[in-house]
C-alpha cells in the first residue's frame, strides 16, 4: 500500500502488510506499537517495501526505515548498496542518509573496498546502474571490514553517526 493505505498497482512499490489467523494480536504491555502497527481491521505494518510483478510474484525489496528521501524522492538503501557491490573494487556497503538542510537528506555511503578503488571512477560506474539523484554524494572508504554486530549484521546506525560527524566536521 502507499503512504495512505491506498493498494498499490502492479510493479509499484508500497509497503507490505500482513493478516492472518497465525499473526499476533498485540504487543505485550505495549498499546503504542500496537495501535502504531496495526491499521485497517488488522492489517499489520511490516515495514518491508515490497511490490507484486505481472506474474503476481511478490518481491520484498527494502525497508522503510531504510529510505532515504532526498528532495521528495524516496531512495532504497539495499538498491543504492547493490549497485554499489556491483563495482568489482567494492567489498562491503552500507548506505544511510545524511542530513540535508536545502533537500532533507542525502545519501552516504561507507564501503570496505581494496586500495584500488577511484571514487570519481565509482560514481561514473553508479551512473549506469542508479538515478543521478541516487548515487552518494557521501562516500567514505576504509580497508577493513565493516563493523557487525554478533549475529553478522552491518553496524549500520554507527557508520551513519560516523557518516554525518564526518560531513559535519568537513572531512
Not at 491499521?39 to 525489496?61: H, L, N, P, Y
Not at 563495482?87 to 586500495?115: K, M
Amino acid at each position: 500500500v502507499d503512504d495512505e493505505g491506498r493498494e498499490m498497482p502492479v510493479g509499484e512499490r508500497g509497503e507490505l502488510q500482513i493478516r492472518g489467523t497465525s499473526m499476533f494480536v498485540e504487543y505485550w504491555n505495549r498499546p503504542d506499537a500496537t495501535e502504531s502497527s496495526f491499521v485497517d481491521g488488522g492489517w499489520f505494518r511490516t515495514g518491508d517495501v515490497a511490490f507484486i510483478d505481472a506474474d503476481g510474484f511478490m518481491s520484498i525489496v527494502d525497508r522503510i526505515k531504510d529510505l532515504i528521501i532526498r528532495g521528495g524522492e524516496n531512495i532504497g538503501c539495499g538498491q543504492v548498496e547493490a549497485a554499489l557491490l556491483a563495482h568489482p573494487h567494492v567489498i562491503e556497503a552500507a548506505v544511510y542518509s545524511v542530513p540535508d538542510e536545502r533537500l532533507g537528506e542525502e545519501v552516504g555511503a561507507t564501503l570496505y573496498a581494496t586500495p584500488e578503488l577511484d571514487v570519481d571512477e565509482l560514481r561514473e560506474f553508479l551512473t549506469h546502474h542508479l538515478a543521478r539523484h541516487e548515487i552518494p554524494r557521501y562516500i567514505f572508504t576504509t580497508q577493513q571490514p565493516l563493523a557487525r554486530t554478533a549475529t553478522g549484521k552491518v553496524l549500520k546506525r554507527e557508520l551513519r553517526i560516523e557518516g554525518v560527524e564526518r560531513v559535519q566536521n568537513g572531512r
